[in-house]
DNA sequence: CTTATATTTTAGTCTTGCCTAAACTGTAAA
DNA sequence: TTTACAGTTTAGGCAAGACTAAAATATAAG
Protein backbone atom coordinates (compact mmCIF):
# COMPACT_ATOMS: atom_id res chain seq x y z
CA UNK A 1 0.00 0.00 0.00
CA UNK A 2 1.58 3.15 -0.69
CA UNK A 3 0.55 6.87 -0.45
CA UNK A 4 1.10 9.92 -2.42
CA UNK A 5 1.02 13.36 -0.41
CA UNK A 6 0.56 16.56 -1.91
CA UNK A 7 1.18 19.50 -0.14
CA UNK A 8 0.65 23.37 -2.14
CA UNK A 9 0.61 25.61 0.54
CA UNK A 10 1.37 28.29 -1.27
CA UNK A 11 -2.01 30.11 -2.79
CA UNK A 12 -0.54 32.09 -5.31
CA UNK A 13 -3.62 34.29 -6.52
CA UNK A 14 -3.69 35.25 -3.22
CA UNK A 15 -0.36 36.98 -2.56
CA UNK A 16 0.79 37.81 -5.98
CA UNK A 17 -0.01 41.45 -6.86
CA UNK A 18 -3.03 42.15 -8.95
CA UNK A 19 -1.38 41.96 -12.87
CA UNK A 20 -2.55 45.47 -15.04
CA UNK A 21 -5.83 44.04 -16.74
CA UNK A 22 -7.01 42.46 -13.45
CA UNK A 23 -7.24 46.23 -12.59
CA UNK A 24 -8.91 47.07 -15.55
CA UNK A 25 -11.36 44.74 -14.92
CA UNK A 26 -12.02 46.53 -10.95
CA UNK A 27 -12.03 49.44 -12.00
CA UNK A 28 -14.33 49.33 -14.82
CA UNK A 29 -17.08 47.39 -12.69
CA UNK A 30 -16.63 50.24 -10.02
CA UNK A 31 -17.24 52.68 -13.22
CA UNK A 32 -19.83 51.22 -14.63
CA UNK A 33 -21.62 49.79 -11.29
CA UNK A 34 -20.21 51.25 -8.40
CA UNK A 35 -21.38 48.92 -5.43
CA UNK A 36 -23.85 47.58 -7.36
CA UNK A 37 -23.28 44.54 -10.28
CA UNK A 38 -22.18 44.98 -13.48
CA UNK A 39 -23.08 42.52 -16.73
CA UNK A 40 -20.70 40.67 -18.12
CA UNK A 41 -21.77 42.69 -21.56
CA UNK A 42 -21.01 46.07 -20.05
CA UNK A 43 -17.73 45.44 -18.84
CA UNK A 44 -16.90 43.61 -22.02
CA UNK A 45 -17.95 46.49 -24.09
CA UNK A 46 -15.71 49.29 -22.18
CA UNK A 47 -13.01 47.22 -22.06
CA UNK A 48 -13.21 46.15 -25.58
CA UNK A 49 -12.99 42.45 -25.41
CA UNK A 50 -15.15 39.35 -25.73
CA UNK A 51 -17.61 38.33 -23.00
CA UNK A 52 -16.23 35.33 -22.66
CA UNK A 53 -13.15 37.25 -21.88
CA UNK A 54 -14.79 39.03 -19.01
CA UNK A 55 -16.76 35.64 -17.18
CA UNK A 56 -13.18 34.05 -17.36
CA UNK A 57 -11.75 37.35 -15.35
CA UNK A 58 -15.38 37.54 -13.24
CA UNK A 59 -14.18 33.95 -11.73
CA UNK A 60 -10.63 35.09 -11.48
CA UNK A 61 -11.72 38.14 -9.49
CA UNK A 62 -13.98 36.22 -7.30
CA UNK A 63 -10.90 33.90 -6.23
CA UNK A 64 -9.12 36.79 -5.80
CA UNK A 65 -11.43 38.27 -2.86
CA UNK A 66 -11.86 41.12 -5.34
CA UNK A 67 -15.47 40.37 -6.11
CA UNK A 68 -18.59 38.70 -5.62
CA UNK A 69 -19.90 36.85 -8.76
CA UNK A 70 -22.42 35.00 -9.71
CA UNK A 71 -23.09 33.13 -12.78
CA UNK A 72 -26.01 35.21 -15.18
CA UNK A 73 -25.91 37.97 -12.48
CA UNK A 74 -22.62 39.91 -13.05
CA UNK A 75 -20.02 40.58 -10.51
CA UNK A 76 -19.53 43.01 -7.75
CA UNK A 77 -17.40 44.66 -5.82
CA UNK A 78 -15.97 43.15 -2.32
CA UNK A 79 -14.28 46.32 -0.12
CA UNK A 80 -10.96 45.00 -1.47
CA UNK A 81 -11.68 45.06 -4.73
CA UNK A 82 -13.27 48.80 -4.43
CA UNK A 83 -10.17 49.56 -2.76
CA UNK A 84 -8.00 48.54 -5.72
CA UNK A 85 -10.40 50.14 -8.07
CA UNK A 86 -10.29 53.45 -5.59
CA UNK A 87 -6.20 53.09 -5.90
CA UNK A 88 -6.37 52.98 -9.79
CA UNK A 89 -8.73 56.20 -9.82
CA UNK A 90 -6.49 57.91 -7.67
CA UNK A 91 -3.71 57.15 -10.10
CA UNK A 92 -5.13 58.34 -13.32
CA UNK A 93 -6.91 61.62 -12.37
CA UNK A 94 -3.47 62.93 -10.85
CA UNK A 95 -1.91 61.88 -13.92
CA UNK A 96 -4.64 63.26 -15.94
CA UNK A 97 -4.01 66.65 -13.80
CA UNK A 98 -0.61 66.17 -14.65
CA UNK A 99 -0.95 65.51 -18.32
CA UNK A 100 -3.20 69.05 -18.45
CA UNK A 101 -1.53 71.49 -16.37
CA UNK A 102 2.14 70.67 -16.87
CA UNK A 103 2.46 68.71 -20.03
CA UNK A 104 0.14 70.87 -22.04
CA UNK A 105 -2.29 67.52 -23.10
CA UNK A 106 -5.62 68.44 -25.00
CA UNK A 107 -8.52 67.14 -23.16
CA UNK A 108 -8.83 64.46 -26.00
CA UNK A 109 -5.25 62.55 -25.86
CA UNK A 110 -5.17 62.71 -21.65
CA UNK A 111 -7.80 59.71 -21.16
CA UNK A 112 -5.67 57.21 -23.35
CA UNK A 113 -2.29 58.03 -22.21
CA UNK A 114 -3.11 58.28 -18.28
CA UNK A 115 -4.91 54.44 -19.14
CA UNK A 116 -1.34 53.67 -20.31
CA UNK A 117 0.30 55.06 -17.40
CA UNK A 118 -1.75 54.13 -14.50
CA UNK A 119 -0.31 50.54 -14.90
CA UNK A 120 3.39 51.49 -15.24
CA UNK A 121 3.33 53.61 -12.06
CA UNK A 122 4.34 52.65 -8.49
CA UNK A 123 2.59 54.42 -5.12
CA UNK A 124 5.48 56.08 -4.53
CA UNK A 125 5.16 57.93 -7.61
CA UNK A 126 1.41 58.59 -7.32
CA UNK A 127 2.47 60.17 -4.05
CA UNK A 128 5.47 61.98 -5.44
CA UNK A 129 3.03 63.45 -8.21
CA UNK A 130 0.35 64.22 -6.04
CA UNK A 131 2.74 66.54 -4.15
CA UNK A 132 4.27 68.12 -7.09
CA UNK A 133 0.37 68.80 -7.55
CA UNK A 134 -0.33 70.36 -4.29
CA UNK A 135 -2.65 67.48 -3.36
CA UNK A 136 -5.26 68.53 -5.59
CA UNK A 137 -9.07 67.47 -4.41
CA UNK A 138 -10.23 67.17 -7.90
CA UNK A 139 -9.20 66.73 -11.53
CA UNK A 140 -9.52 69.23 -14.42
CA UNK A 141 -12.42 67.57 -14.95
CA UNK A 142 -14.06 68.20 -11.34
CA UNK A 143 -13.95 64.85 -10.89
CA UNK A 144 -13.18 64.18 -6.78
CA UNK A 145 -9.97 62.45 -6.29
CA UNK A 146 -10.17 59.50 -4.35
CA UNK A 147 -7.82 59.89 -0.97
CA UNK A 148 -4.11 57.73 -0.59
CA UNK A 149 -6.18 55.68 1.91
CA UNK A 150 -8.87 54.60 -0.98
CA UNK A 151 -11.59 56.51 0.57
CA UNK A 152 -13.95 58.74 -1.31
CA UNK A 153 -16.47 61.60 -0.03
CA UNK A 154 -20.01 60.89 -1.88
CA UNK A 155 -20.85 63.82 -3.75
CA UNK A 156 -24.17 64.61 -4.58
CA UNK A 157 -24.04 67.33 -7.53
CA UNK A 158 -27.00 68.17 -9.56
CA UNK A 159 -26.64 68.74 -13.18
CA UNK A 160 -27.38 72.55 -14.74
CA UNK A 161 -30.96 70.47 -15.80
CA UNK A 162 -31.72 70.18 -12.29
CA UNK A 163 -31.16 73.15 -11.60
CA UNK A 164 -33.46 76.43 -11.31
CA UNK A 165 -33.86 79.70 -13.17
CA UNK A 166 -32.13 82.66 -10.73
CA UNK A 167 -29.73 80.60 -8.90
CA UNK A 168 -26.29 81.52 -9.17
CA UNK A 169 -24.04 77.83 -9.19
CA UNK A 170 -20.68 77.05 -9.09
CA UNK A 171 -19.31 74.75 -11.92
CA UNK A 172 -17.61 71.56 -10.03
CA UNK A 173 -18.10 69.01 -13.00
CA UNK A 174 -18.23 68.60 -16.73
CA UNK A 175 -18.66 65.18 -17.27
CA UNK A 176 -19.26 63.57 -20.85
CA UNK A 177 -18.03 60.82 -22.87
CA UNK A 178 -17.53 62.63 -25.47
CA UNK A 179 -14.67 65.00 -26.34
CA UNK A 180 -16.19 67.25 -29.24
CA UNK A 181 -18.63 68.41 -25.67
CA UNK A 182 -15.96 68.40 -23.64
CA UNK A 183 -14.01 70.93 -26.03
CA UNK A 184 -17.16 73.06 -26.66
CA UNK A 185 -17.60 74.13 -22.83
CA UNK A 186 -13.96 74.51 -22.52
CA UNK A 187 -14.00 77.03 -25.59
CA UNK A 188 -16.74 79.31 -23.71
CA UNK A 189 -15.19 79.05 -19.92
CA UNK A 190 -18.01 77.15 -18.83
CA UNK A 191 -15.36 74.92 -16.72
CA UNK A 192 -14.87 73.84 -13.17
CA UNK A 193 -14.54 76.97 -11.13
CA UNK A 194 -16.73 79.22 -13.18
CA UNK A 195 -19.95 80.22 -12.16
CA UNK A 196 -22.99 81.03 -13.72
CA UNK A 197 -26.31 82.73 -12.87
CA UNK A 198 -29.28 80.34 -14.21
CA UNK A 199 -31.32 82.78 -16.36
CA UNK A 200 -34.20 79.53 -18.11
CA UNK A 201 -34.90 76.17 -17.52
CA UNK A 202 -37.20 74.98 -20.46
CA UNK A 203 -38.86 71.79 -19.65
CA UNK A 204 -40.29 71.69 -22.81
CA UNK A 205 -36.45 70.61 -24.88
CA UNK A 206 -33.93 70.91 -21.65
CA UNK A 207 -32.47 74.03 -22.74
CA UNK A 208 -30.79 75.97 -20.21
CA UNK A 209 -29.65 79.53 -20.72
CA UNK A 210 -27.07 80.72 -18.48
CA UNK A 211 -25.11 84.20 -18.03
CA UNK A 212 -21.26 83.81 -17.45
CA UNK A 213 -19.43 85.73 -15.13
CA UNK A 214 -18.91 88.20 -18.49
CA UNK A 215 -22.29 88.48 -18.49
CA UNK A 216 -22.60 87.03 -21.91
CA UNK A 217 -25.42 84.47 -22.19
CA UNK A 218 -25.04 80.12 -23.84
CA UNK A 219 -28.33 78.26 -24.66
CA UNK A 220 -27.28 74.78 -23.69
CA UNK A 221 -28.74 71.74 -25.06
CA UNK A 222 -30.16 68.68 -23.37
CA UNK A 223 -26.51 66.51 -23.65
CA UNK A 224 -24.35 69.87 -23.06
CA UNK A 225 -26.68 70.80 -19.52
CA UNK A 226 -26.53 67.11 -18.59
CA UNK A 227 -22.89 67.36 -19.07
CA UNK A 228 -22.12 70.70 -16.22
CA UNK A 229 -22.55 69.63 -12.62
CA UNK A 230 -22.90 72.47 -10.27
CA UNK A 231 -23.12 73.32 -6.79
CA UNK A 232 -25.06 76.29 -5.06
CA UNK A 233 -22.65 78.94 -4.34
CA UNK A 234 -23.96 79.36 -1.09
CA UNK A 235 -21.90 76.38 0.14
CA UNK A 236 -18.39 76.30 -0.25
CA UNK A 237 -16.81 73.83 -3.23
CA UNK A 238 -14.12 71.61 -1.24
CA UNK A 239 -11.58 72.21 -3.82
CA UNK A 240 -11.49 74.52 -6.87
CA UNK A 241 -9.75 74.55 -9.59
CA UNK A 242 -8.33 77.52 -11.14
CA UNK A 243 -10.03 78.86 -14.32
CA UNK A 244 -7.97 77.86 -17.37
CA UNK B 1 -14.70 23.56 -60.18
CA UNK B 2 -14.35 25.75 -57.69
CA UNK B 3 -11.87 27.92 -56.28
CA UNK B 4 -10.68 28.86 -52.67
CA UNK B 5 -8.25 32.23 -52.89
CA UNK B 6 -6.22 32.34 -49.53
CA UNK B 7 -4.41 35.65 -49.19
CA UNK B 8 -2.48 36.94 -46.45
CA UNK B 9 -1.16 39.79 -47.37
CA UNK B 10 -0.15 41.12 -43.91
CA UNK B 11 3.29 40.18 -42.31
CA UNK B 12 2.77 40.82 -38.79
CA UNK B 13 5.96 40.57 -37.53
CA UNK B 14 7.23 43.19 -40.05
CA UNK B 15 4.59 45.73 -39.04
CA UNK B 16 3.33 45.37 -35.48
CA UNK B 17 4.75 47.77 -32.60
CA UNK B 18 7.55 45.70 -30.73
CA UNK B 19 6.37 44.49 -27.82
CA UNK B 20 7.59 45.89 -24.30
CA UNK B 21 9.99 42.91 -23.65
CA UNK B 22 11.43 42.98 -27.29
CA UNK B 23 12.52 46.84 -26.22
CA UNK B 24 13.91 45.65 -23.19
CA UNK B 25 16.22 43.22 -25.10
CA UNK B 26 17.18 45.59 -27.47
CA UNK B 27 18.48 48.30 -25.37
CA UNK B 28 19.84 45.73 -22.88
CA UNK B 29 21.74 44.68 -26.36
CA UNK B 30 22.61 48.00 -26.68
CA UNK B 31 24.16 48.84 -23.83
CA UNK B 32 26.37 45.49 -23.56
CA UNK B 33 27.67 45.71 -26.43
CA UNK B 34 27.11 48.90 -28.26
CA UNK B 35 27.36 47.69 -32.27
CA UNK B 36 29.54 44.36 -31.36
CA UNK B 37 27.65 41.26 -30.18
CA UNK B 38 25.78 40.44 -27.23
CA UNK B 39 26.46 37.10 -25.76
CA UNK B 40 23.17 35.17 -24.50
CA UNK B 41 24.76 35.02 -20.99
CA UNK B 42 25.19 38.46 -20.48
CA UNK B 43 21.92 39.76 -21.98
CA UNK B 44 19.94 37.26 -19.54
CA UNK B 45 21.92 38.32 -16.39
CA UNK B 46 21.19 41.62 -16.93
CA UNK B 47 17.46 41.13 -17.96
CA UNK B 48 17.75 38.73 -14.88
CA UNK B 49 16.44 36.04 -17.56
CA UNK B 50 17.38 32.61 -18.48
CA UNK B 51 19.12 31.90 -21.04
CA UNK B 52 17.00 30.15 -22.76
CA UNK B 53 14.73 32.57 -23.02
CA UNK B 54 17.35 34.91 -24.59
CA UNK B 55 18.22 32.71 -27.41
CA UNK B 56 14.44 32.05 -27.90
CA UNK B 57 13.86 36.01 -28.34
CA UNK B 58 17.41 36.65 -30.29
CA UNK B 59 15.65 34.64 -33.27
CA UNK B 60 12.63 36.88 -32.87
CA UNK B 61 14.99 39.74 -33.09
CA UNK B 62 16.37 38.84 -35.93
CA UNK B 63 13.02 38.05 -37.66
CA UNK B 64 11.75 41.37 -36.79
CA UNK B 65 15.37 42.94 -38.55
CA UNK B 66 16.06 44.22 -35.17
CA UNK B 67 19.23 42.47 -34.71
CA UNK B 68 21.69 39.86 -36.59
CA UNK B 69 22.15 36.63 -35.00
CA UNK B 70 24.36 33.25 -35.32
CA UNK B 71 24.19 30.31 -33.17
CA UNK B 72 26.54 30.57 -30.38
CA UNK B 73 28.05 33.98 -31.70
CA UNK B 74 25.23 36.05 -29.94
CA UNK B 75 23.06 39.28 -30.97
CA UNK B 76 24.59 42.70 -32.83
CA UNK B 77 21.71 45.65 -33.76
CA UNK B 78 21.15 46.34 -37.20
CA UNK B 79 20.04 49.85 -37.79
CA UNK B 80 17.00 49.68 -37.14
CA UNK B 81 17.57 47.92 -33.97
CA UNK B 82 20.06 50.62 -33.01
CA UNK B 83 17.22 53.58 -33.48
CA UNK B 84 14.78 51.69 -31.68
CA UNK B 85 17.23 50.78 -28.42
CA UNK B 86 18.13 54.73 -28.80
CA UNK B 87 14.49 55.74 -29.00
CA UNK B 88 14.12 53.69 -25.43
CA UNK B 89 17.22 55.33 -24.08
CA UNK B 90 16.03 58.90 -24.91
CA UNK B 91 12.81 58.18 -22.77
CA UNK B 92 14.71 56.45 -19.93
CA UNK B 93 17.08 59.12 -19.24
CA UNK B 94 14.31 62.17 -19.87
CA UNK B 95 12.00 60.14 -17.53
CA UNK B 96 15.40 59.86 -15.20
CA UNK B 97 15.63 63.59 -15.46
CA UNK B 98 12.08 64.26 -14.55
CA UNK B 99 11.43 62.06 -11.82
CA UNK B 100 15.15 63.48 -10.21
CA UNK B 101 14.33 67.36 -10.43
CA UNK B 102 10.44 67.47 -10.20
CA UNK B 103 9.56 64.43 -8.04
CA UNK B 104 12.70 64.72 -5.85
CA UNK B 105 13.34 61.14 -6.39
CA UNK B 106 17.16 59.96 -5.00
CA UNK B 107 19.14 58.21 -7.16
CA UNK B 108 18.43 54.89 -5.88
CA UNK B 109 14.79 54.89 -6.77
CA UNK B 110 15.20 56.09 -9.88
CA UNK B 111 16.04 53.82 -12.41
CA UNK B 112 13.53 51.38 -11.40
CA UNK B 113 10.67 53.50 -11.54
CA UNK B 114 11.89 55.08 -15.06
CA UNK B 115 12.36 51.12 -16.23
CA UNK B 116 8.71 50.22 -15.92
CA UNK B 117 7.63 53.99 -17.20
CA UNK B 118 9.54 53.68 -20.14
CA UNK B 119 7.10 51.05 -21.48
CA UNK B 120 4.22 52.92 -21.17
CA UNK B 121 4.70 56.12 -22.40
CA UNK B 122 3.75 57.35 -26.07
CA UNK B 123 6.16 59.28 -28.06
CA UNK B 124 4.05 62.00 -27.77
CA UNK B 125 4.59 62.24 -23.97
CA UNK B 126 8.27 61.70 -24.18
CA UNK B 127 8.11 64.82 -26.64
CA UNK B 128 5.81 67.04 -24.58
CA UNK B 129 8.50 65.76 -21.23
CA UNK B 130 11.53 67.06 -23.40
CA UNK B 131 9.69 70.17 -23.77
CA UNK B 132 9.17 70.63 -20.49
CA UNK B 133 12.65 69.82 -19.21
CA UNK B 134 14.06 72.73 -22.08
CA UNK B 135 15.47 69.76 -23.95
CA UNK B 136 17.96 68.68 -21.74
CA UNK B 137 21.30 67.35 -23.70
CA UNK B 138 22.37 65.31 -20.48
CA UNK B 139 20.59 63.31 -17.79
CA UNK B 140 21.58 64.31 -14.39
CA UNK B 141 24.41 61.40 -14.66
CA UNK B 142 25.74 63.09 -17.18
CA UNK B 143 24.96 60.86 -19.42
CA UNK B 144 24.04 62.13 -22.87
CA UNK B 145 20.20 61.72 -24.34
CA UNK B 146 19.50 60.78 -27.93
CA UNK B 147 18.05 63.35 -30.16
CA UNK B 148 14.34 62.35 -31.32
CA UNK B 149 15.29 61.69 -34.36
CA UNK B 150 17.87 58.41 -33.23
CA UNK B 151 21.29 59.71 -32.95
CA UNK B 152 23.37 60.18 -30.28
CA UNK B 153 26.68 61.57 -30.82
CA UNK B 154 29.87 59.87 -29.78
CA UNK B 155 31.93 60.65 -26.77
CA UNK B 156 35.08 60.35 -25.89
CA UNK B 157 35.63 61.11 -22.26
CA UNK B 158 38.32 60.61 -19.77
CA UNK B 159 37.85 58.97 -16.61
CA UNK B 160 39.55 60.71 -13.73
CA UNK B 161 42.37 57.78 -13.38
CA UNK B 162 42.89 59.13 -17.10
CA UNK B 163 44.26 62.78 -16.33
CA UNK B 164 47.24 64.16 -14.96
CA UNK B 165 48.07 66.24 -12.35
CA UNK B 166 47.95 69.68 -12.64
CA UNK B 167 44.69 69.82 -15.26
CA UNK B 168 41.93 71.55 -14.53
CA UNK B 169 38.66 69.28 -15.57
CA UNK B 170 35.03 69.42 -15.77
CA UNK B 171 33.15 66.59 -14.33
CA UNK B 172 30.63 65.73 -17.31
CA UNK B 173 29.50 62.53 -16.15
CA UNK B 174 29.37 60.44 -13.37
CA UNK B 175 28.67 56.26 -14.10
CA UNK B 176 28.43 53.60 -11.87
CA UNK B 177 26.09 50.10 -10.89
CA UNK B 178 26.71 51.22 -7.03
CA UNK B 179 24.14 53.98 -5.83
CA UNK B 180 26.59 53.96 -3.12
CA UNK B 181 29.16 55.03 -5.29
CA UNK B 182 26.49 57.64 -6.52
CA UNK B 183 25.83 58.75 -3.13
CA UNK B 184 29.22 59.31 -1.80
CA UNK B 185 29.93 61.79 -4.69
CA UNK B 186 26.84 63.17 -4.82
CA UNK B 187 27.51 63.55 -0.98
CA UNK B 188 30.29 65.36 -2.00
CA UNK B 189 29.12 67.73 -5.02
CA UNK B 190 32.04 65.48 -7.01
CA UNK B 191 28.68 65.89 -9.78
CA UNK B 192 28.19 66.81 -13.49
CA UNK B 193 28.81 70.39 -13.90
CA UNK B 194 31.49 71.02 -11.16
CA UNK B 195 34.90 71.36 -12.07
CA UNK B 196 37.80 70.09 -9.98
CA UNK B 197 41.99 70.42 -10.48
CA UNK B 198 43.77 66.94 -10.01
CA UNK B 199 46.25 67.36 -7.80
CA UNK B 200 47.67 63.72 -8.12
CA UNK B 201 47.44 60.78 -10.20
CA UNK B 202 49.00 57.96 -7.89
CA UNK B 203 50.12 54.69 -10.31
CA UNK B 204 50.38 52.45 -8.13
CA UNK B 205 47.21 52.31 -6.82
CA UNK B 206 44.84 54.30 -8.52
CA UNK B 207 44.57 56.71 -6.07
CA UNK B 208 43.23 60.38 -7.81
CA UNK B 209 43.70 63.80 -5.41
CA UNK B 210 41.43 66.62 -6.68
CA UNK B 211 40.76 69.54 -5.53
CA UNK B 212 37.18 70.71 -5.70
CA UNK B 213 35.62 74.60 -6.38
CA UNK B 214 36.24 75.44 -2.75
CA UNK B 215 39.71 74.28 -2.02
CA UNK B 216 38.38 71.08 -0.49
CA UNK B 217 40.80 68.14 -1.37
CA UNK B 218 39.50 64.71 -2.19
CA UNK B 219 41.08 61.48 -2.38
CA UNK B 220 39.12 58.82 -4.72
CA UNK B 221 40.19 55.45 -4.59
CA UNK B 222 40.38 53.16 -8.11
CA UNK B 223 36.79 52.69 -8.51
CA UNK B 224 35.26 56.21 -7.54
CA UNK B 225 37.83 57.05 -9.90
CA UNK B 226 36.51 55.08 -12.76
CA UNK B 227 33.09 56.52 -12.15
CA UNK B 228 33.90 60.03 -12.67
CA UNK B 229 34.24 61.04 -16.19
CA UNK B 230 35.75 64.75 -17.25
CA UNK B 231 36.41 66.85 -20.02
CA UNK B 232 39.46 69.65 -20.64
CA UNK B 233 37.83 72.78 -19.10
CA UNK B 234 38.92 74.82 -22.31
CA UNK B 235 36.78 72.72 -24.32
CA UNK B 236 33.24 73.79 -23.92
CA UNK B 237 31.00 71.06 -22.32
CA UNK B 238 27.69 70.84 -24.59
CA UNK B 239 24.97 70.93 -21.88
CA UNK B 240 26.07 71.31 -18.64
CA UNK B 241 23.49 70.36 -15.76
CA UNK B 242 23.27 73.14 -12.91
CA UNK B 243 25.22 72.14 -9.73
CA UNK B 244 22.53 70.36 -7.39
C1' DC C 1 44.55 15.63 -29.23
C1' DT C 2 41.59 14.78 -25.76
C1' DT C 3 38.96 16.05 -21.94
C1' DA C 4 36.67 19.11 -18.62
C1' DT C 5 34.01 23.11 -18.10
C1' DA C 6 31.27 26.91 -19.46
C1' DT C 7 27.99 28.45 -22.57
C1' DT C 8 24.35 27.83 -25.74
C1' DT C 9 20.62 25.62 -27.82
C1' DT C 10 16.65 22.41 -28.12
C1' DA C 11 12.52 20.47 -26.48
C1' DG C 12 8.70 20.53 -23.89
C1' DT C 13 5.62 23.20 -20.44
C1' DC C 14 3.30 26.81 -18.04
C1' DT C 15 0.55 31.15 -17.28
C1' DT C 16 -1.89 35.15 -18.69
C1' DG C 17 -5.03 37.10 -21.49
C1' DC C 18 -7.28 37.10 -25.30
C1' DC C 19 -10.28 34.93 -29.18
C1' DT C 20 -14.32 32.21 -31.80
C1' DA C 21 -17.98 28.98 -32.06
C1' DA C 22 -21.36 26.47 -29.92
C1' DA C 23 -24.36 25.49 -26.09
C1' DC C 24 -27.08 27.24 -22.52
C1' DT C 25 -30.34 30.34 -19.64
C1' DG C 26 -33.61 33.78 -18.59
C1' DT C 27 -36.99 36.98 -19.98
C1' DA C 28 -40.33 39.12 -22.64
C1' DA C 29 -43.62 38.80 -26.43
C1' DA C 30 -47.12 36.21 -28.99
C1' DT D 1 -47.13 28.57 -22.46
C1' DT D 2 -44.39 28.28 -25.85
C1' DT D 3 -41.06 30.69 -28.55
C1' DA D 4 -37.61 33.92 -29.87
C1' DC D 5 -33.75 36.34 -28.72
C1' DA D 6 -30.41 38.76 -26.00
C1' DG D 7 -27.05 37.78 -22.91
C1' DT D 8 -23.97 34.37 -20.78
C1' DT D 9 -21.19 30.54 -20.29
C1' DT D 10 -18.45 26.53 -21.90
C1' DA D 11 -15.05 24.46 -24.76
C1' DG D 12 -11.19 24.67 -27.39
C1' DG D 13 -7.38 27.51 -29.24
C1' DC D 14 -3.66 30.83 -29.98
C1' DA D 15 0.40 33.91 -29.02
C1' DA D 16 3.75 36.01 -26.06
C1' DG D 17 7.04 35.32 -22.87
C1' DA D 18 8.87 32.96 -19.44
C1' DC D 19 10.75 28.40 -17.23
C1' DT D 20 13.47 23.67 -16.53
C1' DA D 21 16.02 19.78 -18.04
C1' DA D 22 18.71 17.70 -21.28
C1' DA D 23 21.56 17.77 -25.40
C1' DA D 24 25.00 20.09 -28.16
C1' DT D 25 28.94 23.00 -28.96
C1' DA D 26 32.96 25.80 -27.99
C1' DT D 27 36.99 26.74 -25.48
C1' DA D 28 40.69 26.11 -22.51
C1' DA D 29 43.80 23.04 -20.06
C1' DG D 30 46.41 19.26 -19.91
Redesign the interface.
Same mark, same amino acid.
Given at each position: MSFILLLDMSDPLATLPPSSSVGDYVKAIWEIAGSEAASTKDVAARLSVSSASVTNMFGRLQEMGLAEYERYRGASLTAAGRREALRLVRRHRLIETF !?LE? =???SWQ *?VHE?AE? =?E????D??TE? !?A *??LGHPGRDPHGDPIPAADGTLAVESLKSLGETEAGQRVLIVKVKDDSAQVLNYLGERSLVPGRSVKVREVRALDGVVTVEDEGGVEHALGESLARAVFVQSTLEGVQDPVAPA
Open positions: !LH =LGY *DER =LHAVSEFR !L *DM
